[in-house]
C-alpha cells in the first residue's frame, strides 16, 4: 500500500506539473516558427525587388534639332508648305540605344491634316493636332519618306549615339498597308494620318519607352516655316 500511495504521487505530480513543463517548449517552438515565417517573407521581398531593378528604364540624351513647315492647303501661300516639307529633325546625343520597335513618340501642336487622298479629293481639316508614332520601326511608313530618311538609323533596329531621326508629314502608310502613325485634329482621327504644323506655332515632342511607359525625352520647340 505504501508503494502504491508513492506510485499515485508520482503520477499525480506529473500530470499536475507536465502542462507548466510544456509551455516553455510551445513558446519556444512557436518562436521558431515565427522567425522562419519572417525569414521568408525578408527573402521573398528581397528576391522582388532585386528583380525590379534588373529592369532598368533606357535613359538618352534626345536633342531637337529643327522643326520646319507649315499648313497644306489652307491659309496664304505665303504661309503654306508641301506635307513632306514638314520635317523633325532629331538626335540621339548620349546614352542607351533605343530599340526602334519599342519606342513611341507623340507630338501635338496647332496644325491640320487632310480626309482622303491630298490631290484627289478630300478636305483638310485644322485644329488642335496630334501625332502618334505607335513605334519607329519602318513598318507602316511611307518607304519614299520615312524609311529613306532614316536609312542609316534602321539599319540595325536601334537609334543609337549619333544617329538622327527624321520625322516628316507624309511619314504615314500609302495603300493597304496600316498606318503606324496616327494623326487627328481636335480629337478626330477619321484622317489620311499625314500633318502640317502652322509655322509660328509651338509643339510638343515626347519620346516614350513602350514598355516602361516612361517619357525618355520631352522638348518644345518654335515650327518655322520651311524655305
Known amino acids: 500500500m505504501k508503494e502504491?500511495?508513492?506510485f499515485r504521487h508520482r503520477n499525480l505530480y506529473f500530470l499536475k506539473s507536465s502542462p507548466e513543463g510544456l509551455s516553455p517548449i510551445v513558446?519556444?517552438?512557436l518562436l521558431l516558427l515565427m522567425v522562419f515565417v519572417l525569414a521568408g517573407a525578408i527573402a521573398s521581398s528581397i528576391n522582388l525587388?532585386?528583380?525590379r531593378t534588373?529592369?532598368?528604364?533606357?535613359?538618352?540624351?534626345?536633342?531637337?534639332?529643327?522643326?520646319e513647315g507649315g499648313l497644306y492647303g489652307v491659309g496664304p501661300d505665303s504661309e503654306r508648305a508641301r506635307l513632306e516639307e514638314n520635317q523633325i529633325v532629331l538626335m540621339h546625343e548620349g546614352g542607351d540605344p533605343?530599340?526602334?520597335d519599342s519606342v513611341s513618340i507623340k507630338i501635338s501642336g496647332h496644325g491640320n491634316s487632310y480626309q482622303g487622298v491630298p490631290g484627289n479629293g478630300g478636305s483638310p481639316l485644322s485644329g488642335e493636332l496630334s501625332v502618334f508614332y505607335r513605334d519607329l520601326s519602318s513598318g507602316?511608313?511611307?518607304?519614299t519618306c520615312y524609311v529613306v530618311h532614316n536609312s542609316v538609323t534602321l539599319e540595325d533596329g536601334l537609334w543609337g549615339v549619333g544617329e538622327r531621326l527624321v520625322l516628316c508629314g507624309q511619314d504615314s502608310a500609302v495603300g493597304a498597308v496600316e498606318s503606324s502613325v496616327k494623326?487627328?485634329?481636335d480629337g478626330n482621327y477619321n484622317t489620311s494620318d499625314n500633318y502640317g504644323f502652322k509655322a509660328g506655332t509651338e509643339i510638343t515632342l515626347n519620346v516614350v519607352d513602350g514598355k516602361g511607359r516612361n517619357v525618355i525625352a520631352k522638348r518644345k520647340t518654335i515650327v518655322k516655316l520651311a524655305d
Open 140 to 143: 507602316g511608313k511611307n518607304s
Open 98 to 100: 533605343l530599340p526602334l
Open 27 to 29: 513558446g519556444s517552438l
Open 49 to 51: 525587388s532585386g528583380s
Open 183 to 185: 494623326v487627328g485634329v
Open 54 to 67: 534588373n529592369f532598368q528604364y533606357p535613359m538618352a540624351r534626345i536633342t531637337l534639332e529643327s522643326c
Open 4 to 6: 502504491w500511495g508513492s
